[in-house]
């Protein structure tokens, strides 16, 4: 098993950045990939971004030059800077976990902005 714990998120201004923290535990080897994924009240839950154990990170259309990922392998951390935030970019945001065939979720953090 995998535990995910998630930080950051919260209320901030159109225009205004956050940061999103993600650190996994339990069986962590064999992790392939860490990511974003976010739901807005309504709509299907869909990748924001990921990264791979080898740095490879892809991004939505909508976040692409405005939101950057980064990993750690070492800490076992991922972390999602989001700048130039909209108030369609408001939603519960989630941490997820590739490892062997399996994915895991941490438990959401809420990203509110404000116009």
């Known amino acids: 098993q995998v535990q995910l714990v998630e930080s950051g998120g919260g209320l901030v201004q159109a225009g205004g950045s956050l940061r999103l923290s993600c650190t996994a535990s339990g069986s962590i080897f064999g992790i392939r990939a860490m990511g974003w994924y976010r739901q807005a009240p309504g709509k299907e839950r869909e990748l924001v971004a990921s990264?791979?154990?080898?740095?490879?990170?892809n991004y939505a259309d909508s976040v692409k030059g405005r939101f950057t990922i980064s990993g750690d392998n070492a800490k076992n951390t991922v972390a999602l800077q989001m700048n130039s935030l909209q108030p369609e970019d408001t939603a519960v945001y989630y941490c997820?976990?590739?490892?062997?065939?399996?994915?895991?979720w941490g438990q959401g953090t809420q990203v509110t902005v404000s116009s």
């Open positions: 990264i791979t154990s080898g740095g490879s990170t």
């Open positions: 997820n976990v590739q490892r062997w065939s399996l994915t895991y």
